[in-house]
């Protein structure tokens, strides 16, 4: 990760234009804003490069007012700094900031599961067991992607029965921070199988009719960077190939 700045840059020919017709219905801004979020997820963007706006404003055929728009909605989202002089510096990971969004996320899924686990019934656990199975499968396929997604919605099952928009979004955010940024290719199967496990164990929990200790175990057990901190370790920080941990 240790690049000069311009190896960073936006991609070359293949940057597709933006343009008709999806102007009819969405601003600028967020074309531009969803196409960063892509080259963030996909690689094009990398952490810890600084952002050349004219050249990226001419790539992308637009000028530097939608694209500072789009660049300032990042930096409220945790993804960009803005430095004086510099210009728009794109976010690494540090230590702190992973055990920072364990802490947030946990405490969050974890207020959302007390306010909405008492209307949960068989179905959702049901869906819940299936995506945790979809999940196992993806771990043994090495297909970060189909886990990704899985878990995911595992999570959303819950999630999206608050009414909380806000504390959802939130939740949801984080998540992106911390696994879009950029998306892996490979994964730490050692930790992929034991989220699996921590969700079989969480689903006893709510199948007993049991939510506050399930709560307790999505915010002490799942989301506690003491308990996750080994592979968290692995899977963001150490060199080289990740899935042989």
Known sequence: MAETVTTHRVARADVPRLGAPLLHTRSLREQVYDFLRTEMTRGGLQP???????????????????LREALLHLESQGFVTVRPRRGFHLNALT??????????????????????????????????????AAMAEAVAARDFDRYYEANLAFHDVYLRRSDNVRLVSQVHLLKQRLYDWP???????????????????????????????????????????????????????AAGPQEAL
């Open 95 to 132: 230590a702190d900031d992973v055990r920072h969004f364990y802490e947030i996320i946990g405490a969050l899924e974890a207020a959302a599961l007390r306010s909405v686990g008492p209307s949960l019934g068989p179905a959702d656990f049901a869906r819940m067991r299936a995506l945790d």
């Open 48 to 66: 810890g490069a600084f952002l050349d706006l004219n050249e990226l404003a001419s790539r992308l055929g637009v000028s530097r007012t939608p």
């Open 183 to 237: 998306r892996r290719e490979t994964m730490v199967q050692a930790w992929e199988q034991h989220s699996v496990v921590e969700h079989e164990d969480f689903l006893r929990l709510l199948e007993q009719g049991d939510i506050d200790r399930a709560a307790r175990h999505l915010q002490e057990v799942h989301w506690s960077f003491a308990v996750q901190e080994p592979f968290v370790q692995a899977y963001y920080f």
